[in-house]
């Protein structure tokens, strides 16, 4: 996150600062290392198509996700946590965004691109519920990494995926029943779901995708700090630790693609004009999300490293959980499950460019005033006496 030394901006050069002049490396090609990702994993699951049964056996992919989100949930100042859950603008903003405006947009593109109602798009329902299955997931895994990325607000991140995490727990059946099962038939969509009944998502299904998948990074960021800091104190913590488990979030997301997209690489190449057709819409859901979360974010007045936040957890999904879902109630081999999958085949591209957009908007933007909910100055000097003490809690 921004330093307390100064104002950040596009020539100060430090890394807070996104300029590519002071990232390293690895940062600074991070979207050719992607795209060759996503290359190395088509090609070896078309080349190897064997090797998708170790991936699925040994949990690969899931073990990558959450390597990808330990690093980002060990740099978060836990004590910090109590100030986030009282910031009602940021919290209702959240609220708003993830659980109104995201899946209203998500239900939205599905009609217009799968329904069959608009013309020239042909009827797809099992794309269609493959959407709704994702648009209903709310963030919890890699809007981590994207935030991080972004030098967004680590703190106002893990707590905003906590706070819509225990939230999807009671509402994510609910809310697929709804937008599903109850709305297309009283929009002359009876198609759409002809012969479904229910879906029979259960609050287990869904508590455990989260237990798994933020539960033990969450608990292993924790339990990181409170030793960290206990056995060497913080300046080691922040100074020495951090930065030496950083690289594990880039190495590790550049894992999950690879065996992500080898699992899917025969599907990919099979059905191409799918995958397509199936992202034009998704990439549209991110898009829009990002932006009008963010403007919504400076529109309170809240300053870009908690905007950025507010954006990437509105504009990412839980796509874990979609997945498994889809694979429980329809199975493996079907359109649904195959819709969720493409899901962050998508995500990835789309959300790492908005990374770029996000760090563009640092630079262009005056952020002077910007201070709603602020957990941390960024204007004080640091030998000042009123620069905030970060570990107050």
Known sequence: MGGLEHDHGPDCGC???????????????????????????????????????????????????????????????YGQLPRVFRAWRVLSLSLIQNWLIGPTLMFALAVV?????????????????????????????????????ADGSSEYAAGLVAFNSVFQIVTYGVYVWFFAL??????????????????????????????????????????????GVRAKGEE???????????????????????????????????????????????????VVMFLVSFAMGRAVGADYSTTTAIGFTAASNNFELAIAVAVAVFGVGSGVAFATVVGPLIEVPVLLALVNVAIYFQQQFDWTGFDTDQLESTTAPADESTTTDLNDD
């Not at 979207?31 to 090797?51: D, K, N, R, S, Y």
């Not at 969509?189 to 933020?214: C, K, S, Y």
Request: with cysteine.
């Open 15 to 77: 890394p807070d600062c996104g300029d590519p002049r002071s990232m390293d490396f690895l940062d600074k090609y991070l979207t050719v290392w992607i795209f060759l990702a996503m290359g190395v994993g088509v090609g070896l699951g078309t080349v190897a198509p064997g090797i998708v049964e170790p991936i699925q056996r040994y949990h690969l992919v899931e073990i990558g996700l959450i390597a990808m989100m330990y690093p980002p949930l060990a740099k978060v100042n």
């Open 113 to 149: 691109f799968f329904s069959g109602l608009v013309p020239p798009f042909p009827a797809h329902p099992e794309y269609f519920l493959g959407l709704i299955f994702i648009g209903m997931a709310r963030c919890i895994a890699m809007v981590l990494v994207w935030n991080d990325l």
């Open 182 to 227: 109850f709305l297309p038939p009283l929009l002359g969509m009876d198609a759409l779901v002809a012969g479904i009944g229910a879906f029979e998502i259960t609050v287990g299904q869904v508590f455990w995708a989260i237990a798994i998948f933020l539960g033990i990074p969450f608990a292993g960021g924790i339990l990181t700090r409170l030793g």
């Open 236 to 286: 080691w913590y922040e100074e020495q630790f951090v930065p030496r488990i950083s690289p594990v979030t880039l190495l590790a997301l550049l894992f999950t693609v690879i065996v992500m997209f080898a699992t899917q690489g025969e599907a990919i190449l099979a059905q191409p004009t799918d995958v397509l057709w199936i992202a034009v819409p998704l990439t549209i859901y991110f």
